[in-house]
């Protein structure tokens, strides 16, 4: 019986670090900047770095850091970043019973970072797509809680599977759904978001699920708490975190920090969350304040996985404004 089991993508993370030169501002792009390389050229890059990473293995390694017994769902190549990720995964005491060999190379990124705020992220969707029903050996899968990071494809897909199951046995699930997912039919999102325990989504996803722009707050809430039963959610970057379990409305600032590299917060803060969910029991104030330092602790280094917060470290609790909740 596990603590935890995730499930998302598992890639093989490059990250460069840019010049501020290869930023052109313009138009045509809908961020009015761009990155640009002259066509034929080869361009020098100074720092290079190559970490395993995708949600389903970063929010792992936070679970695992917390000292809960901890597995990965998902699916790689047939190659050696996917042999890589294996070590990765058994170096930290994730099983990999469950991770399955598919038929397209691993998911990669080349992440582009040029500064605190700005990186563009250069995406291959391969093997982590293809996970499907049949991949996922049901009998074996006893686990008190359940993560769902983003996944898009067919993977998409079969979260709806791992939801059903969770249900019928009573495993409590977690999701931070992508864009994908989101986008899936309204009949099975609505199903899905019925039967989830904590729902995490930063500020653009909340805005897209709900078509209610993000600075509507309460809005957004009184509509995802019609959609969904649980906790929810919403990260506002630098901006802070606001949650609602029906009947309270929980709010903190995040911790100042210095950004090294933005890659992995959404995951940090969701496996933090849960994590000091599962370990205080259910006090919603705590699991923020974790999540919050997670992610701090995470930005602080290069990689998605470094940085994390292990079980005994000492880190900062912020303070969390707890209100009743007025509905309208
Ligand atoms: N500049 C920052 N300083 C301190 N903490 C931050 C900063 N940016 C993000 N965080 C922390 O990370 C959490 C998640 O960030 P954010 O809302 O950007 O998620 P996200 O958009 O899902 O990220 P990702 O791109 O990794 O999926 C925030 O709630 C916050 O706790
Ligand atoms: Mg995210």
Redesign the pocket.
């Known amino acids: 019986m596990f603590d935890v089991i995730t499930f998302g993508s598992a890639a093989q993370d490059i990250f460069l670090r840019l010049n501020k030169k290869q930023v052109i501002v313009g138009k045509k792009f809908t961020a009015g900047k761009g990155v640009c390389f002259d066509l034929g050229s080869k361009v020098d890059v100074e720092e290079i770095y190559f970490y395993c990473g995708g949600g389903g293995i970063n929010t792992s390694a936070t679970f695992a850091k917390q000292g809960l017994k901890t597995a990965y769902c998902g699916a790689i190549g047939k190659d050696l970043a996917g042999e890589e990720i294996i070590k990765d995964l058994n170096n930290r005491g994730v099983a990999v019973d469950f991770v399955k060999e598919k038929g397209k190379p691993t998911n990669h990124s080349i992440i582009f970072n040029l500064s605190q705020k700005d990186r563009t992220i250069i995406a291959y969707r391969g093997a982590s797509e293809l996970l499907a029903r049949e991949d996922i050996p049901w009998d074996k899968m006893g686990s008190r809680w359940f993560y769902l990071a983003p996944l898009s494809g067919l993977a998409c897909e079969t979260s709806k599977s791992i939801i059903n199951f969770a249900k019928e046995k009573e495993i409590k699930i977690a999701f931070n759904p992508g864009t994908f997912q989101i986008s899936l039919p309204g009949k099975i999102l609505s199903e899905i978001l019925s039967k989830i325990d904590i729902l995490i989504l ?1 500020q653009e996803e909340a805005s897209f699920l709900t078509k209610i722009p993000f600075i509507k707050e309460k809005e957004i809430f009184e509509k995802i708490d019609k959609m969904c039963p649980g906790i929810a959610i919403m ?4 901006k802070g ?1 606001v949650a609602s379990d029906g009947r309270y409305f929980y709010s903190a600032n ?2 100042k ?1 210095k ?1 090294v590299d ?6 940090s ?1 969701g496996a933090g969350f849960v994590s000091g969910f599962i370990k205080a029991n259910g006090d919603i104030g705590y699991a923020m304040q974790l ?2 330092a997670n ?2 602790s995470c ?1 602080q280094q290069w990689g998605a996985k470094n940085g994390l917060l292990g079980e005994g470290d000492n880190w900062e609790k912020v303070k969390i404004k707890k209100l009743k909740y007025e509905k309208s």
Do not use: P, Y
Not at 235 to 238: E, F, P, Q
Not at 262 to 267: E, F, I, M, N, V
């Open positions: 930063n990260t506002k970057g630098a975190v995040v911790l920090t950004v933005k890659t992995g917060a959404g995951d803060f999540g919050i992610s701090a930005l």
